[in-house]
């Protein structure tokens, strides 16, 4: 079992940037690909970035790429999300998840966290 915890959202201006932490408790932290997914008001979930288990291979959404940054201290048992030039539609509850392999799909992932709620005004 792996254990997700989630902070650092909140409240903030269109083109702010926040950072997200996901502290991991559990299992060996290094032994998992870790991702962030979000979810906004009325729609599904979706992926927005995922990291390998050594760190050296990221992938992102498409709606972020460029803006967003994933990555992981396993020393720490954390993993980050740098949110540069936030913009109203990024507004969402962001999931930290970690699973076996890096993937895009939630299907792929085996533990969650309970999310931290994310709002950009515009």
Sequence with gaps: QVQLVESGGGLVQAGGSLRLSCAASGRTFSAYAMGWFRQAPG???????????????????GSVKGRFTI???????????????????????????????????????SYWGKGTLVTVSS
Excluded: H
């Design 43 to 61: 729609k599904e979930r979706e992926f927005v970035a995922t990291i390998s288990r050594s760190g050296d291979n990221t992938y992102y959404a």
């Design 71 to 109: 990555s992981r201290d396993n020393a720490k048992n954390t993993v980050y999300l740098q949110m540069n030039s936030l913009k109203p539609e990024d507004t969402a509850v962001y999931y930290c998840a970690a699973g076996w392999v890096a993937t895009m799909s939630s299907g792929g992932m």
